[in-house]
Every structure is written in structure tokens, then in C-alpha cells.
């Protein structure tokens, strides 16, 4: 029997790279003879540069940069030497979780720190990027990234905007003459599950906006200092990125990628599936294990779990997706592709409980699972002995 652990992050338990871990304990607790397959998944939010560089044999780069509010510190991303991909989160660099929520400032916060990051990984030889845009703290529509890669963007008077959405409000022209020549000859692959528009009601800062620090009656600011930079960036490059969906994701991010560059838009999780060969890695396979910290209606929106069931039913395999919180719409996800939907928790506890006995949990789960299983296989094997044994007689 073969089966392919391709779980997503139990978000505050377990990595990705953690939960593929306790799967394949737990398979190995029932039968060490059972061949396991570890592909830890992600959807282009946080976990992505990990389960890539664990499924590509990469490793991490730490490099200088600045975070949100214009901090030196020091960031991190994965690199692929044989296959010269880089991997960048941009909450490694201008992550929301590493501002104190007392001291977000939507206003001034910067996308800096992403350039710096793809600055170093230029620098390490990358031709091929791929960009996870969930977690920032930035509403800035990447200026400050575009920044750090040599583009000026100025006021009326031809001297450099301030950082972040503030600096949006003057902002009148655009100068990309001196953009690093480099990313005009590598590859953008942009992973995001978020399909929001830059402008509107479903926008970047009408979305997202509060939980960076925005107050209601800043999103309408907020917007009009977006559209200014939509109407400058558009005119620039000829570009009609405002509608794009994703364009919104990351305070901006995807817009400012889909002007400047010849990046391509793409569902974080098929990304990565395609990245680390997933469908390859699903063929032939009896079983595959997926999962992640909450399992509902949404999963099937985008959701990692979701896509690698997905893929395993193009295969012709069946998927069983295992959970921390399963909710109860959380059923409507089994069909023809998943067989089941699986809760780890053995008992009502609280959440810092199953938080951080999320391992053991889901380990324990796998095994019984497989336990049923290889049950089922064995009693068919016995159950066609038997015939075997009444036909000679």
C-alpha cells in the first residue's frame, strides 16, 4: 500500500512539514511496511516557503531588510540552487504578525522589505520567483517594493512620496528608468487564494484594511489614494490592473505585480502543487492523506486540502481530509474525490489543549484510519482466499 501525506499547516500547532510527520507516524504505528509519501502543502499564505523548500530539497537565505514600519531586521526566504527558484513570503519581510497590534499604522506601512528580499535572492542567482502574498501588514500597493527595485515615484514637484498609502496622496508620475534590469528576464509566479479586485467594497482596504490598523472612516481615503496610484501606474504601463483579481491581495501587492512585471496570477495551491509535482507524486498511490487546522464549506473555496483531493480524484485515488475543528457543513465536502472527512481530537478539551497536542492527535488519527484500512484490505484478501479454496475443493 502506498499513500501520500499531503497535508496543509494546522495553523498555531503544526507546519505543514510537522503535520506530513505525524501522518506517516501514525501510518508506521499500524504497518511499517507501508510505503508514505510526505508532500507538505500550502496555498501561498503563511507555510509556503516551507513546504516547498522541503518538498525541492531547498533551504533558507536569511537576508537584511526592513519590516512594515521601516525597521531594519532580518528576513528570511527559500531558494532552490539546482532549479534557481526562489520562494519569498511577504509576511517575512512586511508580515502583519510582526507589528504589535498597538503600533500598526496602515498609513505608513511599507512594502519595502519584499524588494530587499528580492533583491538578495537576484543576488543568489534566482530566475524564477514564487511570491506568497498573504500576511501583510501593507496597504501601500507594493510602492515601497518597487522602491527598494529602483523605481521613484514622485509628487508634483518631482521629489519622492513619503512610505506607504500616505505617500499615495501626492503621489503624480512614475520613474522606472532605473528598475533593476534583472527582473525583466526572470519569471513571477504570483501563489494567492484571495481573488479581491484593488478598488471597492471588495477591495484591499475595504477587506483588509481593519485588521491593519484602518478605521472605518479611513477606507474611503484609503481607496481614493489607491485609485491615484492605479491611475498613475496604468497610464505609465498601459496596464488595466484595478479589476484584476488578486490585484487587492497582499494591501496591493498583486496589482503592483501585474503592472510592473510579466508576473502571472495564479491559485496559491495549484502553484504548489505544480511546483513539487503533486500530480506525478499522487499516481499509482492507494490512499492520500490531507488536511488542515479547520475543515468547512470554505475549504472547497481554494483551500489547500481541497486542491490536493482534487488532484487526487483527477488520479483516480481517494482522499481523506483530516481536521483540527471540523464544522458542520464540513460533510458537504465528500463526493466523488473525498471519502471522508476526519476530526483528531479524541475528547472535548480547550483550544490551547488541542493546539499543542495537535501532533499527537493527528498522529493517533492517521493510525486509526489506516488501522480501518489495511482492515478492509486484509478482510478482502481473506475473503478471496477463501473463494480461491471453495473453487478447488
Avoid at 525541492?56 to 540552487?81: M, Q, S, Y
Wanted: include cysteine; charge should be negative; glycine fraction near 12%.
Amino acid at each position: 500500500m502506498r499513500i501520500v501525506c499531503a497535508p496543509d499547516s494546522f495553523k498555531e500547532s503544526m507546519t505543514s512539514v510537522e503535520a506530513a510527520e505525524a501522518m506517516a507516524r501514525g501510518i508506521y504505528r499500524v504497518d511499517p511496511t507501508i510505503s508514505c509519501d510526505l508532500v507538505p502543502m500550502a496555498d501561498g499564505g503563511e507555510g509556503t516557503t516551507e513546504a516547498l523548500i522541503s518538498a525541492l530539497n531547498g533551504e533558507w537565505v536569511k537576508a537584511p531588510c526592513h519590516d512594515a514600519l521601516n525597521r531594519p531586521t532580518i528576513g528570511r526566504f527559500g531558494f532552490v540552487r539546482g532549479r534557481r527558484v526562489a520562494v519569498i513570503e511577504v509576511a517575512e519581510a512586511a508580515g502583519l504578525a510582526q507589528i504589535d497590534p498597538t503600533e500598526r499604522d496602515i498609513w505608513a506601512a511599507t512594502s519595502r522589505g519584499v524588494g530587499e528580499l528580492i533583491l538578495s535572492a537576484l543576488d543568489c542567482g534566482a530566475t524564477e520567483f514564487i511570491m506568497g502574498l498573504g500576511g501583510s501588514a501593507t496597504n501601500d500597493a507594493g510602492t515601497g517594493m518597487l522602491e527598494a527595485l529602483g523605481a521613484r515615484f514622485l509628487d508634483r514637484d518631482r521629489r519622492p512620496i513619503p512610505d506607504g498609502v500616505r505617500g499615495l496622496t501626492s503621489l503624480v508620475s512614475v520613474d522606472f528608468g532605473a528598475l533593476d534590469a534583472r527582473l525583466s528576464t526572470v519569471k513571477f509566479r504570483i501563489a494567492s487564494d484571495v481573488s479581491n479586485p484593488l478598488l471597492g467594497d471588495h477591495g484591499a482596504s475595504a477587506v483588509y484594511g481593519p485588521q491593519k490598523g484602518a478605521k472605518p472612516n479611513d477606507i474611503p481615503e484609503l481607496n481614493a489614494a489607491l485609485a491615484r496610484w492605479a491611475d498613475v501606474m496604468e497610464s505609465a504601463f498601459h496596464r488595466h490592473v484595478r479589476e484584476i483579481p488578486g490585484a487587492g491581495a497582499a494591501g496591493g501587492l498583486g496589482a503592483a505585480f501585474a503592472a510592473a512585471t510579466d508576473a502571472t496570477m495564479e491559485s496559491g495551491v495549484e502553484v504548489i502543487m505544480d511546483a513539487v509535482g503533486l500530480r506525478d507524486r499522487i499516481a499509482g498511490a492507494d490512499w492520500v492523506f490531507t488536511g488542515e487546522g479547520g475543515v468547512d464549506r470554505q475549504t472547497a473555496s481554494g483551500k489547500a486540502p481541497w486542491g490536493v483531493a482534487q488532484a487526487a480524484g483527477e488520479r483516480g485515488v481517494p482522499a481523506i481530509i483530516f481536521g483540527g475543528r471540523i464544522s458542520d457543513d464540513a460533510y458537504q465536502l465528500i463526493g466523488d474525490a473525498v471519502v471522508a472527512v476526519v476530526p483528531i481530537l479524541r475528547q472535548v478539551t480547550d483550544l490551547p489543549t488541542a493546539l499543542r497536542e495537535g501532533s499527537t492527535n493527528l498522529e493517533r488519527a492517521a493510525a486509526t484510519v489506516t488501522r480501518l484500512l489495511t482492515a478492509r484490505t486484509h478482510t478482502a484478501a481473506r475473503a478471496t482466499s477463501r473463494l480461491s479454496v471453495g473453487r478447488r475443493l
